[in-house]
């Protein structure tokens, strides 16, 4: 018995040992400590805000755009100006959740709620007005149908109750107007407040199907729209056959966008795309009008 509590004994002090010796290791070994930021690095409001749109590609545009080296991108959404919660907590606050960058890098944070949000663009415009900020639509009704499928998927999660689409869309035979989804797809409607805050000259629109289809025109656009020296080119992008969609590469890593990216929209009865296609065709031209360009919409 004495023996094997010596044992225990000893085992327990060598244990202790190692883990003392393994935090020394961490806290003070250069490759495993917090590096030190690079110098004359700083977090600074953003000076480019991709606003929207949701599901447009707003994702894909922000990691399109980190490949340039001149550019330094938050991590997450920062919802500061849509959250009343964060926006009270002050531009300090904002600033804080921004990355370290270093003079002559821009940096760029994305929240796509921005873009539908009515308050926002006179917040914006009150922080920052010489803000550069870009917009990426896509098609209204396939914007719709992913905006619906990712909303399932994330009550599938939850095991929340699912609705059907026609249930949501539908009301008495006619659109239901108050569906937000629908709602954020008229687009002149959330352009309108943003041109009263901003000049035109300050918003980029990115194409968000040629954004996937073909990404590098789009982004030599954004390049020239930010004045940024060109750098990303077509070594940055590789097609992914089994994703069915372009993938990154840059000097240290190659990355495809996370796999709920992509997602197959639900099935719905052709009479009611149909619907969908009628109902958009005056918004659009709307759309158009207002920022003086067209795309190739149904």
């Known amino acids: 018995g004495l023996w094997s509590r010596s044992c225990v004994c000893v085992l ?24 030190d930021p690079p110098a004359n690095a700083s977090r600074r409001l953003p000076d480019i805000i991709i606003i929207g749109v949701r599901k447009g590609g707003t994702r894909a545009l922000i990691e399109m755009l980190s490949l340039h080296s001149d550019i330094v991108a938050a991590q997450s959404e920062v ?32 929240t796509p709620a921005y873009f539908t949000s009515a308050r926002v663009p006179e917040r914006i415009r009150r922080m920052n007005p010489d803000a550069r900020l870009l917009l990426i639509v896509r098609e209204p009704t396939e914007r719709l149908l992913s905006d619906y499928t990712q909303v399932f998927h994330n009550r599938l999660e939850k095991r929340k109750r699912q609705q059907s689409l026609e249930t949501l869309l539908m009301r008495d ?45 789009e982004m030599k656009k954004v390049e020239e729209f930010l004045h940024l020296e060109p750098q990303i080119n077509a070594s940055n992008f590789y ?42 065709h005056e918004p659009n031209r709307e759309f158009f009008q207002l920022v003086g360009r067209t795309f190739d919409w149904k």
């Open 79 to 110: 919802h500061f100006f849509d959250w009343d919660s964060h926006y009270r907590r002050g531009a300090d606050w904002y600033v804080s959740q921004m990355p370290l960058a270093r003079s002559g890098q821009l940096t760029v944070e994305k």
């Open 173 to 217: 035979g006619e659109l239901n107007l108050d569906y937000k989804a629908l709602n954020r797809s008229l687009y002149h409607v959330h352009m309108r407040r943003w041109l009263d805050m901003f000049p035109r000259s300050r918003v980029h629109l990115v194409d968000g199907a040629a954004l996937i289809r073909n990404p590098l025109p």
């Open 239 to 280: 097609f992914n056959q089994t994703k069915g969609f372009f993938c990154l590469r840059d000097r240290r890593r190659e990355r495809c966008l996370h796999g709920s990216k992509g997602r197959k929209h639900p099935h719905v009865a052709p009479a009611i795309l149909c619907k969908l296609h009628r109902f958009f």
């Open 12 to 35: 327990v002090v060598l244990m202790a040992s190692v883990i003392v010796a393994l935090l020394l290791f961490v806290t003070q070994s250069p490759s495993l400590a917090t590096a």
